[in-house]
């Protein structure tokens, strides 16, 4: 059994984030790592591994974006995946949800036809797109049931039962591999690369992919042909400095509910 | 004019407000219609409720054979919906689970997706808040029929009275959609407070708390606030999940946000960053949260909370 998962390089959300010119999202200015969500479905997939001792099961990192994302795969490996897929092409650029997914699927497809790919895991969100989408988009484009949002993860055999929190409920969700899962950060902390992890790494095999490789057309992706297109982004200006009092023998709780009568909230 | 689809917001047959923001926003695009999810007893009393925002007609869809399953049988129904009506727009609540729905929509009906936009003008021109409330972006859907997932508190709901023509909507299902079963819920004690997400005033506690809350919900309760949580007071088990604001819980954008021994870290600003007024009540002056503060107070919340409180209450009387 192979297990898939999806992990995105994206800005440091502690850094100044910025848009290029043309309103994508600057991925060269700022640092870019393995998105901190991402960690939490890569150490999902190691679990489900260690859990099912005796099983032939292994770990397949894949990233889409440009030449620097196959960090957030060498990480994944560090961590403990055993191969990694990168899909990198210049026509992929700018790329909304829609080809995003279309590029995951088509290489997810190509992975079950080499090693099979019996469960996909995903983050919760990216950490700058945050659409929460592209999991769900997924499973429409592999013809595959969706379990989204897990907490606790549990499996036997083909069967898997989630838990989830959902707006105003808890629920346990049960489906049949093959299946796309997105973890959340409630599902545990993720796994620090050892050492021993990090020279292993290096010889794990990465592979490359084009467009072609999968393909796709180069004309179905991009910033161009996006389903969805930006038309201006504006920084927030700077809260303007408000008022601080400090608290000195009970005069704290005074200032705070004038403020609050004078704002009209009392 | 054409319709604009609106995914009713309901728990049980209970409208939730954000129905009636979106319903304000779809007359910017065209005709409202209500499209109900749920038991068809139920569909009179939504489309009572809803033809006061202007809704038109009110497609009711019988849940029953969609209720049991995750995300993929909404979207088949709408899919089919949609080739029905030819709708100009489809506005749902951003929630995660709609979120999901419109995903799946938007691959199966090949249109453009916009997901938590903050407004949407005439044009169809969206506004969403990105990376933690630091930008704002303008965007629009050019393919398709815009799909468009829109955050609670994006309107103002404006009454205007319209016709509600309830018509019964029989989809079908198919049994591919039906994969991922929900086999067990349980539903979350009320607290009795408003909705996080919806509230107009949300008073917050983090690790600062050091695990007690009663300051913080008694100073909610004395200004009809929800309580919510930062990230570190939901881990060390003070709060349930579903109290937590931020990028991994709710994103909320009251009239008033007071957050309480609450650092200010970037996950928790992309939760509140876009709160109208913002208060912070902290024992150290150098917190990142004072950079968003409009009224800060560098004090023990222990002491700050319940005597703000003893005061609040003179002030009703
Ligand atoms: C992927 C990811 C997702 C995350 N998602 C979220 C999220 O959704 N929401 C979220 O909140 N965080 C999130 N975080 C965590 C976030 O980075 C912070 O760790 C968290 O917000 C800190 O919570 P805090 O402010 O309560 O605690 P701390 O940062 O420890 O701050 C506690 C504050 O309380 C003050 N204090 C202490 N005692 C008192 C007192 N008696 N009176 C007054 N003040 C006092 C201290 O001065 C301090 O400023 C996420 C992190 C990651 C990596
Ligand atoms: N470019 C990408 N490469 C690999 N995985 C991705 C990519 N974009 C999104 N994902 C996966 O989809 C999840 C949700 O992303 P999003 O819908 O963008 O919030 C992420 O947590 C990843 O697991």
Redesign the interface.
């Known amino acids: 059994m192979n297990i898939v998962v999806c992990v995105k390089h994206v800005p440091d959300?502690?850094a100044d984030?910025k848009?290029e010119d043309d309103?994508t999202v600057d991925r060269v200015g700022v640092d870019g790592l393995l998105s901190e969500?991402d960690e939490y479905a890569v150490e999902q997939a190691l679990q489900f591994r260690e859990k099912r001792e005796g099983e032939e099961i292994t770990v397949t990192a894949l990233t889409v974006g440009p030449e620097k994302a196959a960090d957030a795969v060498r990480k994944a490996l560090q961590m403990g995946a055993d191969s990694g897929v990168h899909v990198v092409d210049d026509a992929i650029a700018g790329s909304?949800?829609?080809a995003t997914?279309l590029v995951l699927a088509k290489a997810v497809e190509k992975i079950k036809a080499d090693a099979g790919a019996d469960l996909v895991i995903c983050g919760?969100?990216s950490?700058?797109a945050?659409?929460?989408?592209?999991?769900?988009?997924l499973?429409?484009?592999l013809?595959?049931?969706?379990?989204?949002?897990a907490?606790v993860i549990e499996s036997q055999g083909d069967q898997i039962?989630i838990k989830r929190?959902?707006?105003?409920?808890?629920?346990?969700?049960?489906?049949?591999l093959p299946?796309v899962l997105s973890v959340?950060?409630?599902s545990g902390e993720a796994r620090y690369p050892s050492f021993k992890g990090i020279m292993a790494a290096k010889k794990k095999p990465l592979e490359t992919w084009s467009l072609s490789d999968l393909g796709v057309d180069a004309g179905e992706v991009g910033l161009s042909v996006?389903?969805?297109?930006?038309?201006?982004?504006?920084?927030?200006p700077p809260?303007t400095a408000?008022?601080?009092?400090?608290?000195e023998d009970?005069s704290?709780?005074?200032?705070?509910?004038d403020?609050?009568?004078s704002?009209k909230?009392? | 004019m054409s319709e604009v689809l609106v995914v009713v917001d309901h728990a049980d047959g209970e409208v939730k407000k954000p129905t009636y923001e979106l319903l304000t926003i779809a007359k910017r695009l065209g005709e409202p219609a209500a499209v109900f999810f749920g038991s068809p007893e139920q569909g009179d009393a939504v489309a009572e409720k809803v033809k006061k925002y202007g809704a038109a007609k009110v497609y009711v869809i019988d849940d029953a054979q969609i209720k049991g399953f995750l995300v993929a049988p909404k979207a088949e129904a709408l899919q089919q919906l949609v080739e029905k009506t030819s709708p100009a727009a489809i506005l749902l609540p951003s929630t995660f689970e709609n979120k999901e729905v419109a995903a799946r929509l938007a691959i199966k009906i090949g249109s453009g997706l916009i997901t938590d936009a903050v407004d949407v003008q005439e044009g169809g021109v969206t506004t969403q808040s990105v990376f933690a409330g630091n930008f704002t972006v303008q965007a629009k859907v050019t393919q398709g029929t815009p799909i468009i997932t829109v955050k609670p508190n994006s309107a103002a709901p404006e009454e205007s009275e319209g016709a509600g023509t309830v018509e019964a909507f029989a989809a079908t299902i198919s049994d591919g959609a039906k994969t991922a079963q929900i086999v067990a819920t349980q539903p979350r004690q009320s607290t009795g407070r408003p909705e996080l997400t919806e509230a107009a005033i949300v008073v917050s506690g983090g690790r600062g708390t050091g695990g007690n809350f009663e300051p913080v919900e008694g100073f909610a309760d004395s200004l009809g606030a929800a309580v919510g949580a930062s990230r570190a007071a939901v881990d060390s088990g003070w709060m349930p999940h579903a109290f937590q604001v931020g990028q991994t819980g709710k994103t909320v954008s009251p009239q008033l946000y007071v957050a309480n021994g609450i650092s200010g870290a970037i996950q928790h600003r992309a939760g509140m960053q876009t709160s109208k007024t913002i208060v912070a009540v902290n024992k150290d002056p150098e917190a990142p949260i004072f950079e968003l503060v409009d009224f800060g107070v560098v004090g023990d919340l222990h002491t700050v909370l319940p005597a703000a409180t003893e005061k609040v209450k003179e002030r009703k009387g």
Do not use: C, H
């Open positions: 959300a502690t984030r848009f309103f969500l909304d949800y829609i997914s919760m969100a950490t700058d945050s659409g929460s989408v592209v999991p769900a988009m499973a429409e484009r013809g595959l049931p969706q379990v989204t949002l907490s039962r929190d959902n707006e105003g409920s808890t629920e346990v969700i049960g489906a049949t299946i959340t950060d409630q996006a389903w969805s297109q930006v038309e201006d982004t504006t920084e927030r809260r408000g008022e601080i009092v400090t608290d009970g704290g709780a005074g200032a705070l509910v403020f609050l009568a704002k909230f009392i």
